[in-house]
């Protein structure tokens, strides 16, 4: 839950100009006595049914007089089948001029709780740990591109960021990727589209968008070749029946699937592509569609919407939300790639104990959704929890209830069959701030 709980740790930080460092260390016997201002503190409860894999306290630089107004968060996280964190997270001050960004990488074994050996040559670690730019200033065509997405492709050490601008109406799309080794590779997508950018199991992809005419999703090089290498552009779709939007999934190894959004029913669409009558080396086109799959609504769908996905470790199930705004409801649908079914879980329900814009929410392959809310199911407010919904607006406490003592979730993800947490805490009146990452016990 996105409250802001200061961590009561009073500290008198004397700057003249401070330079951003970070520490990880383990938690003091006495969380309340500041004289190791790096020692990071217990965010939990006594009892808590949730545990720390991660800890990270920084001083984030400022200057004087400044300390707080110094801000931090988290980009992406997730544990890839080796176990081990993968995290982005970043940090942010106010310079005399323009607001500074600095973003910090970390892969953690959690196994033994210490750095991941990423067995890397030389070039290739100092590629790895290169900033990743959460602001980059790209111009093109009279045009800035902003950041649209951060994620890490599912289960893996790759992370991708996603920017668009606008230009009469339409979108144009810039895709930077950071590999676990010793590639980086932007690619300026010219061709105008419309939709919105997503993260599919291995591929970065556009939805669809109401009504659309030209949607593409990027292929990137296999993992196994331990670089991002090229992307280029997977598919172009050119049907207009996603009057409600929709998602795409491209696939190198199999056929790439659209899921189209209408008033009344959903509907699974296996694409095959091809060079088609317009050859390209690096484009290709649909040339055949096939509807594999249908749902019938029984309230129907209305704009806008949005969406989010999740994957099984394997990529053969995905479930994703739909969220109507206009009725503040969620449902939620799985598809699974290998026996193509198609259901409905949750069907136009609420998050009864969390609060639109401060929640953050994950699924997992059954199409349950977690969400964050207030303790105590919703009563109080100042305290944070974790629930599970399930069909028949059955709401579950996960973990403990109001378990978290200080801090601020920013991101909830259900991996490997747990809930996970990204937490950030800060010290008041100073430039202190507390990376955590929890896992349900």
């Known amino acids: 839950m996105k409250i802001t709980k200061c961590i009561t ?46 800890d990270s306290m920084m001083n984030v630089g400022s200057l004087s ?59 290739a670690m100092t590629m790895y740990n290169q900033v990743i730019s959460r602001n980059p200033q790209y111009y093109s065509n009279g045009e800035y591109y902003n950041l649209k997405m951060e994620a890490f492709k599912p289960y893996t050490n790759y992370f ?10 339409l979108k144009a799309y810039l895709m930077k990727g950071q590999a676990s080794n010793d590639e980086n590779s932007n690619v300026n997508f010219s061709q105008y589209q419309s939709g919105d950018f997503d993260m599919a199991f291995r591929n970065p992809t556009i ?31 050119q049907e207009a029946n996603a009057t409600h939007g929709g998602l795409t999934e491209p696939r190198v190894n199999g056929k790439s699937v659209a ?32 509807s594999v799959a249908k749902l019938t609504l029984s309230i129907p769908l209305q704009l806008p919407l ?22 503040d409801k969620y449902s939620t649908f799985v598809y699974n790639f290998t026996s193509k079914t198609f259901m409905q879980k949750l069907d136009n329900v609420s998050i009864t104990y969390g609060e639109k814009d401060k929640s953050d929410l994950d699924l997992d392959e059954e199409g349950n959704l977690y969400y964050t809310g207030y303790g105590k199911n919703g009563s109080d407010k100042t305290a944070t929890s974790v629930y599970k919904l399930s069909p028949g607006g059955v709401n579950t406490v996960i ?16 991996l490997h069959g747990k809930v996970y947490l990204g937490v950030i805490g800060t010290r ?14």
């Open 160 to 169: 991708v960021s996603g920017f668009q601008h606008y230009k009469n109406g």
């Open 9 to 54: 740790l009073l500290l008198i930080v004397s700057t003249v100009f401070k330079l951003s460092c970070e520490t990880e260390t383990n938690t003091p016997e006495d969380p309340n006595n500041p004289a190791d201002p790096f020692a990071v503190v217990n965010l939990l409860h006594d009892k808590a049914e949730w545990e720390s894999v991660y």
């Open 259 to 290: 899921i189209e959004f209408r008033e009344n029913e959903l509907e699974v669409t296996e694409l095959e592509t091809g060079f088609g009558n317009r050859p390209n080396e690096e484009v290709k086109w649909m040339i055949h569609r096939t």
């Open 428 to 441: 008041p009146e100073t430039a202190y701030r507390q990376v955590t990452i929890l896992r349900q016990k």
């Open 306 to 327: 949005k969406t989010y996905r999740h994957y099984s470790v394997d990529g053969n199930i995905l479930s994703f939300y739909i969220y109507n705004e206009k009725t």
């Open 207 to 237: 939805n669809l968008n109401p009504r659309s005419f030209y949607i593409f999703g990027a292929n990137m090089a296999d993992e196994s070749m331990n670089f991002m290498g090229t992307i280029h552009t997977h598919y172009y779709y």
């Open 65 to 123: 007089g400044r300390e707080n107004t110094s801000t931090a968060g988290i980009s992406d996280f997730t544990v890839d089948e080796k176990n081990q964190l993968n995290l982005v997270f970043w940090t942010w001050w106010q310079s005399q001029q323009d607001g500074i960004y600095t973003c910090y990488r970390k892969s953690i074994d959690l196994n033994t709780k210490s750095p991941a050996k990423l067995t890397l040559n030389k070039f």
């Open 399 to 414: 973990g403990s209830d109001s378990f978290l003592k200080y801090g601020t979730i920013e991101k909830l993800k259900y």
